[in-house]
Every structure is written in C-alpha cells, then in structure tokens.
C-alpha cells in the first residue's frame, strides 16, 4: 500500500471511532446497548494483559488450523479425484456441490447428538464447512485448465504424474488459491458459530468468550471479541493469501482478489 | 560447454502411408483424413494449406503423436511411431507456454524430461536457444510481460530446446501482426537453413506459405485429402514482399477456388 492509501485508511477509520464516542458521549444510545469505544479498549487491554484474551484465541486459532487442514487435506485430492474421473464427479461432485451450498453452522445440531460437548463436534463442524467449498475449487480448477497447456506437455513428453505435479497442480493453483481462501473464511465462520453454540471443557474460545459476554450483558466484552476476531481474520488473510496471491499477480499477471 | 549433440541433429525423414481417421460427433461422422499419404525428405520445409476443416492440422496432430490414425501408420526415418515424443515438437497457434513459469523455466520444462544432461547443461542449452530467438536478456521475464511476438520466440526456443528432428507449426504466426509476423519469417527461415530441420507448417495464409515452403501442399475437405503439391524453387532467404512469391500463392488461390466450387 502506498503511504498516501494508509493514511486515508487511518482518518477514515478515526472517523468512524468519532462518531461512535459522540454517540455513546450523547447518550443518544444506552452504553448497556453500545458501550463507548473507549470502554472497549479498556476492556481489550484488560483482557490481552489478564491473558484471558490470548487463551481463548489461541484455543480458538488451534480448533480452526486443525478443522482447516484437515478440510484442505480431505478436500483437495478428492476434488482433484472428481476432475478425473467421470463416476465420482457425477457422484461425489454433485453431492458436494449441495453440500457446499449448505450453511455450516446447520451441521451443528447434528454434531452435538452425534460427539456429545466435545471438541470433536467443533472439528467436526469445521471439517463440514471447509471441505466441500475446496473439493469444487480444486475440481473446477482443473477442469478449467486450457486443453493446450496438456497438449504442449505431452509433446514435451510429460505424462502421468510428471503432468499432475509440474501442470496440472500449477495451473490450478489461482483457483486453489481462491478455493483455500473462501474455504478459510467459511472455516471461520464456521467455528464461530460452533463455539457460541456449543460449550465445552476443554478449552474456552473465542466464541465462548462473546457469548459469555452476551449472558453478562458485557457489551464491551462482545465488541472487544469481536475486534479480536476481525484482527484475526485480517492477519490470516495477510500471512496466508497475500504472498500466494502476490505471486499470482506478479507470474501470471492476473489480478486475482 | 554445451553438449554438442544438444545443439546439432539429424533432420528426420517423414513417411505418411495411407492414414485414414474419421470422428464422430452429433452431426455424424466427419472425415477428417482420407487415405493421405505424404513423404516428407529430410531437412524439407513443407507447408500445408487448405480451407477450414481440410484436416491439414488433424494430419499434423497425428505427426506429433496426439492423434492415433484409425487406419495408415506413420514412419519417422522409416521406423513406425505412436503418441508423442521429444523427436517431433509442436509450435501451436496460441503460444502455449505456462504462466507459472518464467521464460527460461518454460524453455527449461522439455530439458529437465530429458536424461543425460545435468542441470548446469540443461541451463546453457536453454540460454543457447533464448539466444538463437534473440532473447537472451529476457530469461528471467514472466510471460504475461511479453509481447505476442516475443512470446511465440520463447515457443519456438522451448519447441527447439529438446533438439527435436522434425519441427510442428500449427499457424504459430497466425495471431500476431503483420510487422511481427514479417520479422519472424526472417528469423524462422535463419534458424531453419541453420539447424536443418525439418519443418511442417500447417497455415491458411498462402503468401506465408510461399514464402517459407520448399514445397506447399494443397488439401481439399470432406474427405480431407491431399489435392496438390507445389514445389518452390526461390532463393532464400526469401521476402513476403517479392512478386515471384505471389506469382506462387497466386497459382494455389486459383486451385483453391476450383476445389471451393467442386465441394459446394
């Protein structure tokens, strides 16, 4: 970014922190409803150093890596398995595609009756709502690789494996990219509403802690949580998708977002 | 130093023997190739021409190996082949290369299938043939930064890198301008009477074949067979622009209308 774009960046959201202290300064709003900035970065503060803030998050980053990679480790061989052979994409793929179109968080129900308060039930709902959105990234990806790459492959005698690891893989990989991505955030969301559903002994998340915050009508735990979670999402999206990404841009050329 | 058997080789000799195929679709059967039987000598720049649906590139496809014939066989140096290989490369119409690669990787890709060479080897041969495509000094550009020209260069240096015997040009010129396309006639003749190659090079463009050819061939379409050979005999390195040349596409456009008005 350039310094020009951060600093418009930096007053517009200093704008929007104005006018949120005016409102709760006012009292146009019940700060029980909308507690002031100010309260909120107390509240956060207070958290970080308490270290109840950074447990939860961390319980919460470890249910998500762990959901996430076994999503992209279920779900990018069978999409890859669905690109190539007819019977399972007329199977697999079809299901998959209903799937995808399901909100996870409909899986929560289920997986309380079927694990019980456990973390399983978390991964489980996870798992349920990165798989699928992969499979068909990675299935369209390469299905929508250009016959030609194959055929200039082929003449250069590349086959079998050689063909999936040095062609095929690469040139679906802007759309894998973009499959982890949208796989990423509905892993995330995912978790979330999992958490605040569903309460357990082992280890108290993110979710929990904005829930909690509801019971105690802590409206500046809730908003400091929530801040939490959008920093979250933005780190990830910056250490995880803006290299990959980046590089898309600069090889291919192509300005993937 | 770069091997020697990496930068100088056999052209091969060509014979196609009553090759037939056909292909089905939901307007029927089409017969693409009728019983076409071609020899092509050693080191010979031989074009085909024809209207669309002739099966000029469906014979060229079969010489590269990424068709089968239903019936016929093909022989490179009197040995039968089938299915691709590093002996028989292919130019394509559209460039080809792999943007996730940068231009000396693209022409690294057939090098690094092929054995005995190590990569120090590898990596001088692929810069001796940037070089032969004057574009030594763009090894390490992504390709999205290239121009159509300069891109169909990189094409030809990764279609020569394996040192192939016999070159496949599937219209590689047809895309680009008219400027772009002149310089490359230029070049391609430089690089042919410098390695002796053999090339087919499939186009619609008459001029353009006239110009590059040792020999045009005619087909004709439904069923696609060939109509008519036309050897040129002008010096080279030969120009677009020369009158002799037109003299030449000017016959092949006559027998061209003949067959348009024979078929409809």
């Given at each position: 970014m350039k310094s020009k774009a951060i600093i418009h960046l930096l007053v517009f959201h200093l704008i929007l922190v104005v006018i949120w202290e005016i409102i709760t300064r006012t009292g146009w709003v019940s700060p029980v409803l909308l507690p002031s900035p100010i309260d909120v970065a107390i509240y956060l503060f207070d958290s970080i150093t308490s270290g109840e803030m950074l447990k939860a998050a961390w319980v919460t980053l470890k249910r998500l890596l762990f959901g996430y990679v076994i999503g992209i480790a279920v779900g990018l061989p069978l999409g890859l398995l669905c690109a190539r052979l007819k019977c399972v994409q007329n199977t697999l793929g079809v299901l998959a595609l209903g799937l995808q179109t399901l909100p996870s968080v409909c899986w929560v129900p289920l997986a309380i009756l079927w694990f019980g308060q456990s973390e399983a039930a978390l991964l489980f709902v996870v798992v349920m709502g990165t798989t699928w959105s992969i499979l068909i990234a990675a299935d369209n990806g390469v299905k929508n690789i250009p016959p030609l790459y194959l055929r200039a492959a082929y003449t250069m005698g590349s086959k079998n494996t050689h063909t999936w690891i040095y062609v095929i893989m690469p040139a679906a990989f802007?759309?894998?990219?973009?499959?982890?991505?949208?796989?990423?955030?509905?892993?995330?969301?995912?978790?979330?509403?999992?958490?605040?559903?569903?309460?357990?002994?082992?280890?108290?998340?993110?979710?929990?802690?904005?829930?909690?915050?509801?019971?105690?009508?802590?409206?500046?735990?809730?908003?400091?949580?929530?801040a939490i979670v959008i920093a979250i999402g933005l780190l990830a999206d910056m250490l995880l998708f803006s290299p990959a990404e980046k590089l898309l841009r600069s090889r291919w050329g192509l300005d993937k977002s | 130093m770069i091997p020697e058997s990496e930068i100088t080789t056999h052209a091969a000799k060509l014979q196609i023997r009553n090759v037939s195929k056909r292909f089905h679709s939901s307007n029927g059967i089409t017969h693409a190739l009728d019983n076409v039987s071609l020899d092509i000598r050693e080191g010979e720049f031989v074009c085909l021409v024809g209207a669309s649906g002739c099966g000029k590139s469906t014979l060229l496809n079969h010489i590269a190996g990424l068709e089968i014939p239903d019936e016929g066989s093909l022989?490179?140096?009197?040995?039968?082949?089938?299915?691709?290989?590093?002996?028989?490369?292919?130019?394509?119409?559209?460039?080809?290369?792999?943007?996730?690669?940068?231009?000396?990787?693209?022409?690294?890709?057939?090098?690094?299938?092929?054995?005995?060479?190590?990569?120090?080897?590898?990596?001088?041969?692929?810069?001796?043939?940037?070089?032969?495509?004057?574009?030594?000094?763009?090894?390490?550009?992504?390709?999205?930064?290239?121009?159509?020209?300069?891109?169909?260069?990189?094409?030809?240096?990764?279609?020569?890198?394996?040192?192939?015997?016999?070159?496949?040009?599937?219209?590689?010129?047809?895309?680009?301008?008219?400027?772009?396309?002149?310089?490359?006639?230029?070049?391609?003749?430089?690089?042919?009477?410098?390695?002796?190659?053999?090339?087919?090079?499939?186009?619609?463009?008459?001029?353009?074949?006239?110009?590059?050819?040792?020999?045009?061939?005619?087909?004709?379409?439904?069923?696609?067979?060939?109509?008519?050979?036309?050897?040129?005999?002008?010096?080279?390195?030969?120009?677009?622009?020369?009158?002799?040349?037109?003299?030449?596409?000017?016959?092949?456009?006559?027998?061209?209308?003949?067959?348009?008005?024979?078929?409809?």
């Open positions: 802007p759309a894998i990219v973009s499959g982890m991505k949208q796989g990423w955030a509905f892993a995330w969301r995912s978790l979330m509403a999992a958490e605040i559903y569903v309460t357990i002994m082992s280890g108290f998340g993110l979710g929990q802690l904005l829930h909690y915050g509801r019971e105690l009508q802590a409206m500046d735990q809730v908003l400091g949580v929530m | 022989q490179l140096d009197g040995v039968p082949f089938s299915g691709p290989d590093r002996t028989r490369m292919m130019l394509f119409q559209e460039h080809a290369l792999f943007p996730w690669l940068n231009v000396i990787g693209n022409v690294l890709f057939a090098l690094k299938l092929k054995p005995n060479l190590n990569d120090k080897e590898r990596k001088e041969v692929a810069r001796y043939y940037l070089h032969l495509v004057g574009l030594q000094d763009f090894a390490n550009s992504n390709i999205h930064e290239l121009s159509g020209g300069m891109r169909q260069r990189v094409a030809l240096a990764r279609a020569l890198a394996p040192n192939p015997r016999i070159l496949l040009m599937d219209e590689p010129f047809a895309a680009l301008d008219t400027m772009t396309r002149e310089q490359l006639y230029g070049d391609l003749q430089r690089i042919w009477q410098q390695r002796k190659i053999t090339i087919v090079f499939v186009t619609h463009n008459l001029r353009e074949a006239a110009c590059l050819g040792d020999r045009i061939v005619l087909f004709r379409p439904r069923p696609g067979r060939i109509f008519r050979e036309y050897p040129v005999n002008l010096p080279r390195p030969r120009d677009l622009n020369d009158p002799q040349i037109a003299t030449v596409s000017g016959q092949i456009t006559q027998d061209l209308k003949t067959i348009g008005k024979d078929s409809a």
